[in-house]
């Protein structure tokens, strides 16, 4: 039982490249999030999604986009980074008792 | 921005004292989390309170919630030198709101 993973742990791109960050969760969990955390700011949330085929804007989606294809996967794109997407991305998976679990979190640097 | 705040935003301790830190939010909520941030590492989540409690204990963990004031706030007695972390209180139903967080540090 991995709990939730993320992968990739670093990344490094630059202004104007795409990518994207993938989320898996082995606890059959039906709610998926996707976070950003900068210094000083606690964490913000991007999108998230209610269940399998679902996803729905959070805080700050702009820039970003999520499909949740699988019921384990919770996918994060970026389309064209910009130099103010650098910054730590934390996926997290809620079960019907409410606590979240977080993965280890994604590094992204945008030069 | 609908973030929620905490206070104190750092707090220095000394083994074996408490410490209590602070929450704020805004919108309507069915139960708040509290969660621990180690440095650079995934959030572990505390504790959980319901909006229709008032108080709720776990281990030395001790927290209280005001919907009237829309605050909480979280004791940890005894602290220890493992203790030392970042506290986020998260509020809201299905989705959430999180702090802005209180850097403790807990002096051996």
């Known amino acids: 039982n991995a709990g939730v993973t993320q992968t990739p742990k670093f990344r490094v791109l630059k202004t104007g490249q795409s990518m994207t960050l993938l989320c898996a969760q082995d606890?059959?969990?039906?709610?998926m999030y996707w976070y950003r955390q900068d210094p000083g700011m606690g964490l913000r949330l991007i999108h998230y999604?209610?269940?399998?085929?679902?996803?729905a804007k959070g805080e700050v989606p702009d820039g970003y986009n999520v499909s949740r294809l699988k019921k384990q996967n919770f996918l994060l794109g970026l389309e064209s980074a910009a130099p103010s997407q650098t910054s730590v991305y934390f996926c997290?998976?809620?079960?019907?008792?409410?606590?979240?679990?977080f993965g280890p979190g994604t590094r992204l640097l945008v030069l | 921005s609908q973030q929620g705040e905490e206070d104190p935003q750092a707090l220095s301790i000394q083994e074996g004292e408490n410490a209590t830190m602070n929450c704020s939010y805004k919108t309507s909520i069915n139960n708040l989390q509290w969660y621990r941030q180690n440095s650079g590492r995934g959030l572990v989540h505390l504790i959980l309170i319901r909006s229709n409690e008032r108080e709720k204990h776990s281990g030395r963990l001790r927290v209280t919630l005001d919907t009237s004031k829309k605050s909480s706030s979280l004791l940890i007695t005894a602290s220890r030198a493992a203790d030392t972390a970042s506290y986020f209180c998260?509020?809201?139903?299905?989705?959430?709101?999180f702090g802005t967080g209180t850097r403790l540090k807990v002096l051996a």
């Open positions: 997290a998976s809620r079960g019907s008792l409410e606590t979240q679990y």
């Open positions: 998260a509020s809201g139903t299905y989705k959430y709101i």
């Open positions: 606890m059959n969990h039906e709610y």
């Open positions: 999604s209610v269940g399998e085929g679902t996803t």
